[in-house]
């Protein structure tokens, strides 16, 4: 008889987004789940998990260790393990980047910056503040005030030769000030490069942003466009690793294998 | 679940609280002694030596804070013009007495409001809204108000500065001696400043009992017991309570008892409480095996400057040197003397929306300090009364990541 290899699984419950990750002894990702988190993250939780190992084509005894994480993180009733998710992308982002960086994460509701020395320890991190502006909520709301389609906005805002610049802090200012230049007939996709490059703004705010930047998050999955701006207002390359929405749930899955052979 | 270690000293507080209310509840019905409220970190000895029996508005508005009744409050404040950005100890205070409510009745049988007074006093070194607030009470009653306009942002604290107060001090109490027919009774006077001191020692004995590792008592046990400093101070009682207190925590020390059982790690709060979250963030830090020792906040009611044989030059440098009226350089050297005492492992910033004044995160204070001795540390974005700019999740999320990023 083959002897089955143990797995070990990351939960990341956003609060947009639910993340499943499943990583064999080696570290290496066997599979991942993406699904909206919606209301009830006991029930994401589990059906994340079973999409992953269905992808994995395997079974949850074979899962010898669970770390949730995310803003969900006490809803995983079946958790080994809770971690935050400060901890969890610095585990992720040290697994490919394993020298000094600071990580910037755009999420759905909150960004956060993060020190991470050469080993991978938290020197310092920063969260956003109670506004949603500069993360993928307001990417969101933006779209949905002009109808248009969150998968289209990155090649819209890529072909636009022009840019408008936004002003204002606040999502809901924002929206009026959108809606403004929708109506004065200003280009749609000048318009989406200006919200890009106002997400970028506020992250860059938050904290000092030295060294090799990387950045994770959906936002940044899906829109590569706000990794090139990130890249320009720094003036310097910014790392994005495989894979950057699942990266906190990597961590944990991570964490899971650490402590499992290593409890603490 | 670990549970919160009580004090039995916490029983005596509770009637030596209710005295106070009861003692200032029948003055105002008497009509005498006279009655004046005066700000946290006003001239309360001043007040004392001039007949008084002394209210402490903030007091009753950390009262509205921690029972929550705070949020049904601000509003109707708002409702009159006083902005949801301003003070939210204003805004609870000025809302209840709108709607016609005060937790003190709740509390207190017998008491049916907050006491009317016949002077209002304030001192401008913790902020301006204080004035701005004691003076709404004064129209709406028509009762004198008078104040010390302090110095703010000082780096040290000369002999002019103290000239200056000690003059104001005195046409302070000239002014209400005018209005009031109250006399300064100047042997009073230097007993008052001599009670204070005494009280001001014995607090700050209590406070550096949490040097002791581990510590017998946290930031939390502090808000609570810091009662009689704040609203006693200058009078035997308070004296008497912080004797009884320090014997109860030198006990517990002698007996290696922690506050927070398995202490892990050691943390220096800077910036106002959260009232309506003590329990919460109490039993929080519990939970993570981590004790917030020490805390500006409990510490501003030390006033070592007192000193009976020159009472009025030394209220004017007790009350200046305060470290809410100093600028960010004295800041700075300020934590580390705590770092030195206090030995934390961390800081946590509350950064409160409604009081920029205990909020010193604001101009790169925290990033400086950490750079000069390594010490990480976090801000946590809330409100003393305000529930409404405080996320708790993402407050939870912040200080447990802090707490593995301590653990390594
Ligand atoms: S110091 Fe802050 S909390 Fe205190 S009265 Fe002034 S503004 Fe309000």
Wanted: with cysteine; hydrophobic share 40%; aromatic share 8%.
């Amino acid at each position: 008889m083959v002897e089955m290899k143990p797995l070990f699984v990351g939960i990341d419950i956003g609060s947009t987004t639910a993340k499943a990750v499943i990583i064999d002894a080696e570290g290496v990702i066997i599979a991942q789940a993406i699904q909206r988190s919606g209301y009830d993250f006991a029930a994401v939780s589990e059906s994340v998990l079973a999409e992953a190992l269905e992808s994995a084509g395997s079974k949850r005894d074979r899962v010898a260790a669970v770390t949730s994480t995310g803003y969900g993180r006490r809803n995983v009733e079946f958790a080994d393990f809770q971690r935050t998710e400060i901890l969890c992308h610095a585990k992720g982002v040290h697994h490919y980047f394993p020298e000094p960086v600071t990580v910037v994460d755009i999420g759905g509701q909150d960004n956060k910056i993060i020190h991470l020395g050469a080993q991978g320890e938290r020197l310092n991190f920063t969260m956003n503040r109670k506004c949603a502006a500069g993360t993928g909520a307001f990417i969101e709301e933006i779209a949905y005030r002009l109808d248009l389609k969150l998968e289209d906005l990155n090649g819209m805002a890529e072909a636009s030769a022009t840019e408008v610049a936004i002003g204002s802090f606040c999502t809901v200012f924002s929206c009026t000030e959108i809606l403004g230049m929708a109506r004065r007939g200003t280009p749609i996709g000048g318009i989406i490069k200006g919200v890009f490059r106002s997400v970028v703004k506020r992250v860059s705010e938050m904290d000092a942003l030295d060294g090799k930047v990387v950045m994770t998050g959906g936002v940044v999955a899906h829109n590569p466009i706000v990794r090139v701006m990130l890249g320009e207002a720094l003036g310097c390359e910014v790392g994005v690793p495989p894979h950057p929405q699942v990266i906190g749930a990597l961590g944990a899955a991570l964490i899971a294998g650490e402590l499992s052979v290593d409890p603490v | 679940m670990a549970e919160i270690k009580k004090l039995e000293t916490a029983k005596l507080m509770k009637k030596v609280m209710a005295d106070h209310f009861y003692e200032i509840d029948a003055a105002v019905k008497s009509g005498n002694p006279k009655v004046a409220w005066c700000t946290s970190v006003g001239p309360a000895e001043l007040l004392r030596a001039l007949g008084f029996v002394v209210y402490f508005p903030e007091n009753h508005a950390a009262i509205l804070g921690a029972s929550r009744a705070a949020n049904d409050c601000i509003p109707a404040a708002n409702a009159i013009g006083y902005s949801p950005e301003i003070c939210s100890y204003l805004t609870s205070d000025i809302g209840a007495y709108l709607k016609g409510f005060t937790p003190l009745s709740k509390i207190y049988d017998g008491i049916e409001s907050i006491p009317k007074p016949d002077v209002l006093v304030y001192n401008t070194n913790q902020c301006r809204d204080v004035k701005d607030w004691f003076e709404w009470y004064a129209r709406e009653w028509k009762v004198p108000c008078f104040g010390i306009e302090s110095f703010v942002n000082v780096g040290a604290v000369t002999k002019d500065h103290v000239d200056s107060i000690a003059a104001q001090m005195r046409k302070l109490a000239a002014d209400i001696t005018a209005a009031t027919g109250s006399k300064m009774d100047e042997d009073l006077l230097k007993d008052t400043v001599r009670l204070s001191r005494k009280c001001s020692d014995l607090w700050k004995d209590v406070l550096e009992i949490a040097a002791n590792k581990p510590s017998p008592l946290t930031f939390f046990d502090g808000t609570i017991h810091m009662g009689p400093a704040v609203c006693l101070r200058g009078t035997q009682v308070a004296v008497d309570y912080y004797e009884t207190l320090l014997k109860e925590l030198r006990g517990w020390v002698a007996q290696g008892v922690a506050a927070v059982a398995g202490e892990r790690h050691r943390i220096y709060w800077e910036g106002m409480p959260i009232w309506g979250k003590l329990r919460e963030n109490a039993q929080l830090f519990l939970g993570l095996q981590t004790c917030l020792v020490a805390s500006t906040y409990c510490n501003s009611w030390i006033f070592t400057a007192l000193d009976p044989d020159d009472p009025w030059n030394s209220m004017a440098r007790a009350y200046t040197e305060l470290f809410i009226v100093r600028d960010d350089d004295f800041k700075e050297d300020y934590y580390r003397r705590m770092l030195d005492i206090f030995d934390f492992d961390g800081i946590i910033f509350h950064d409160a929306k409604t009081c920029p004044n205990n909020s010193n995160c604001r101009y790169g204070l925290p990033q400086r300090f950490s750079k000069e001795t390594g010490i990480p540390f976090i801000t946590i974005d809330g409100d003393l009364n305000d529930l409404r700019c405080y996320s708790e999740e993402q407050a939870i999320t912040k200080i447990e990541a802090f707490i593995e990023q301590l653990d390594g």
